[in-house]
């Protein structure tokens, strides 16, 4: 009986022993992963975002302003931690997984989140680690178009929002009214950084990009750039061909409609009087812009017109200020936007263009004509472009930075 007892107490023993060392490597990990931080150099931020990294400008112009500043910054994009979902709730799932993973072992001071769908995963891993949370929210993302009529999906994206978004340090946003909508609902305060473009004058001279004019013989340009997806208007921008024989279409950029638009203009008569160039670097998409801007101080009819178009689909859209909106006024190309409120309000505040009475090709058109009936100079987008600086914004989003690490 003794000898059982005294090998039980032993057995007793190494179980607690075990049970301990465990307990001390974990608590030697997790302190490991927190002062992965801890370093004598540049301070670092990271930076997480779903989707393709190459052509995401607003956090390509972030990552370069923080750099200017002399952080280091890691950009992780769904490439990067090779997800294998591609979509659905089982692409958020596994990326949200992953990129908490990636963020346990990433010396990081500052996790930075690019909108809702990478917030749980930066969030955690924020928390564990004792790292400030920064969030940039794109967009009202429970109210993206993709979402209308999916309620149980939205409600899971609107508490996700509610739970994390007053815990981040800090809060950016595009414009005013997303910066409010959140304010009211959630109580949180945002600091809003517009969408402004990096294409700068200087002295007269394009600071990006060349000015290179394309052959298109009499044709006047439809500039379309950014995403081809749903309410975004290419459809429109095709059938107002139809009502204006003299100008050819040019869209730049890739989405989930992209082929569908593609079949959907070859069945028009006007068919060779579209361009689809695809998905463009921002070196090129910025050389494209600056080819079709005004050339000179003098007024003169405008070669091309820029097209932003948003159907009223949700909120997300209602309140959005494209980036394309900033490039058309640095670029000096008169525009056409949807009347909605955030977009028209540039337009109809510095005369940069037109805004359409309606929907429809019919409308775009009518819109076309009000632009091109008239000259335009380069005088003309001098005011916006003194309200529209790169430099100011991101000034504005560097402090906040700053203020965070101090």
Known sequence: MLIKNSSAKIRIFFILRYIVIKKERFKNKFKRFK??????????????????????????????????????????????????????????????????????????????????????????????RGRKL???????????????????????????ERRLMPKCDVLFTVCQSIADYYGERYGVRMTVVRNISELKVDGGQWTVGSREEESVGSLKTLLYQGAVNVGRGVDWAIDAL????????????????????????????????????????????????????????????????????LEDMGLSYHFALPNRI???????????????????????????????????????AEAVKRVLSRDWGEEDFAEARKDMDWEKEMRKMTECVNSLMC
């Open 35 to 128: 002062g992965l931080g801890d370093s004598k150099g540049k301070k670092r931020v990271v930076m997480a975002v779903t989707n393709d990294l190459v052509t995401d400008r607003r956090v390509m112009r972030h990552a370069a302003a923080l750099r200017g500043e002399g952080y280091e910054v890691l950009l992780v994009g769904r490439n990067d931690l090779k997800v294998r979902c591609r979509r659905g709730w089982r692409f958020y799932a596994e990326y949200n997984l992953r990129l908490w993973w990636r963020l346990l072992r990433t010396r990081a001071d500052v996790v930075w989140a690019n909108d809702t769908d990478t917030l749980l995963g930066c969030y955690v891993a924020a928390r564990m």
């Open 134 to 160: 920064v969030m940039d929210a794109h967009e009202l993302f429970p109210e993206v178009p993709e979402l209308i009529g999916r309620e149980r999906v939205k409600r899971v994206w609107e508490r996700l």
């Open 242 to 309: 139809e009502f204006l024989p003299d100008c050819r279409l040019v869209v730049a950029g890739g989405g989930d409609l992209l082929e569908e638009m593609r079949g959907y203009a070859a069945g028009k008569p006007w068919a060779e009087r579209v361009e689809f160039k695809g998905r463009l670097t921002p070196e090129e998409l910025s050389k494209l812009t600056l080819s079709c801007g005004v050339r000179s101080s003098s007024s003169r009819s405008p070669q091309a017109v820029g097209l932003v178009m």
């Open 326 to 364: 900033g490039d058309f006024v640095a670029a000096g190309v008169p525009m056409v936007v949807s009347d909605l409120p955030e977009m028209a309000s540039v337009v109809r505040r510095f005369g940069v263009g037109t805004v359409m009475e309606g929907t429809g090709g019919r409308a775009l």
